[in-house]
């Protein structure tokens, strides 16, 4: 035997002492004929002595073995009652070797797969979550039994225990677990958040995953659950920028890419959504990126959507909705059904109207508010919201005299253009200065000279 060293539940390091695979390798078989007859209590209490014998001598692989036998026979007599007791009492035995409790929780969750009802399948997680909980060499098995818990917990309706349950776990943290298995433990968290309409704690999950980990191609469909997840987050906050940027990424997926009826949905999606968010610079970035995508061709009407934006020209809100209206309403976003759907038909309608403002800002210094409400085809009050709004978002410069019924544009200036302006009119107020300064000297000299 050479020299082996385990580690205790308590994290103390021990060597072994003694190998009892000859004695083991002795007593399981005659502990299984003598449970098959009938006597599993005698079959178990006849292996107590040699498990702590292997235990105290440090043996992991034989204390191992007889524990995965004690379960293994109390499952093939099918005697549930006693495997959960066993469970209990082998994993509280003092200096218990973590090696050994490692495997007889596994050999519990394998025999859990084969429980032949619901009631005992609770009954054996709840006896191996309570064996596993605290302990950090068998977080991945209990990661897994929470799980199988959280799914029965859905099926029966119970969504908010289900969601409860499996957010205990920060498997962000498992160093054992493989990313994959954590990435697919982060979306069923996101995914139970929204089922409870909890769009924070889904909005927070969601940053504990790394996009990197999608540039694997192996993780492709971890992507797009993820990304679909995070759409369901932004529509509920009407995020209309990041519902376009998070098609986007489903878009440039290679298996999307690769299938036409899955890319031209994704598409489209970005354009609507695209055209859906407020201008900006990002924004007007992603536009202009957008139109020059190859595959656009292939869905002429949203494409000449998109290009609507690009230009500058008005667009009467009448001409609009009949010409885009019924391929926007036949989308789910656009359900008028739907109160999300209503509210982005009537978002659409706004964006219209902002493009609208911003193209008369680029060709009209000075216009009667009744004019631009009429070409706005608005109430004055409303179209005075929407300059507002626009105005304090520094999309336009302008300014209404409501007295006048005027409304006065200004070409938006850069801060460099701004500073250039300010030194050439400090320059000419100082130059003017200098000459005032200047004549009020002569003056002063020529009256010397006459006195």
Known sequence: MGDEYVADDSGVIRKQEEDYTEQVDAALPAA???????????AIEGLLPLEKKARIASDSKSTSRILEGIIQMCFDVQNWDAMCEN???????????????????????????????????????????????????????????????????????????????????????????????KVEFILEQMRLGLARKDFIRTAILSKKISTR???????????????????????????YLDVCKYNREIFDTPSVQADEEQWKPALRDVIVFLVLSPYDNEQADLVARVAQESKIDQIPAFKKLLHKFI???????????????????????FDKNSDGGKKRYEDFRGRVVE?????????????????????????????????????????????????????????????????????????????????????????????????
């Open 32 to 42: 299984v004929a003598k449970a098959t007859g009938g006597d599993l209590t005698g």
């Open 87 to 181: 469970l209990l009492l082998l994993s509280k035995r003092r200096g218990a070797l973590k090696m050994a409790i490692t495997k007889m929780v596994q050999k519990g969750c394998e025999c859990l797969e084969k429980a032949p009802s619901k009631e005992i399948t609770l009954k054996v997680i709840d006896t191996l979550r309570t064996v596993t909980a605290g302990k950090i060499h068998v977080e991945v098995e209990r990661a897994r039994l929470t799980m199988k818990l959280s799914k029965i917990k859905e099926a029966d309706g119970d969504i908010a225990d289900a969601a409860d349950v499996l957010q205990e776990l920060q498997v962000e943290t498992f160093g054992t677990m493989e990313r994959r298995e």
């Open 213 to 239: 980990y999608f540039k694997d191609e192996s993780a492709q469909d971890l992507k797009l659950r993820f990304y679909q997840l995070n759409i369901q987050v932004a529509l509920h906050e009407a995020a």
């Open 311 to 333: 230009t500058k020209e008005i667009m009467p809100w009448q001409s609009v909705e009949k010409e885009f209206g019924d391929d926007l309403t036949q989308l789910a976003h």
């Open 355 to 451: 493009h609208n403002i911003r193209t008369m800002a680029n060709y009209y210094t000075r216009i009667s508010s009744k004019r631009l409400a009429a070409l706005l085809e608005l109430p004055e009050e409303q179209t005075e919201e929407f300059l507002s709004t626009l105005v304090v978002k520094h999309t336009v410069v302008a300014k209404i005299n409501r007295p006048a019924g005027v409304v006065t544009f200004r070409q938006k200036q850069d801060a460099a253009a701004i500073l250039e302006e300010w030194s050439a009119s400090t320059t000419a107020l100082m130059r003017q200065v200098d000459h005032a300064a200047h004549v009020i000297e002569k003056e002063q000299m020529a009256l010397k000279v006459n006195n």
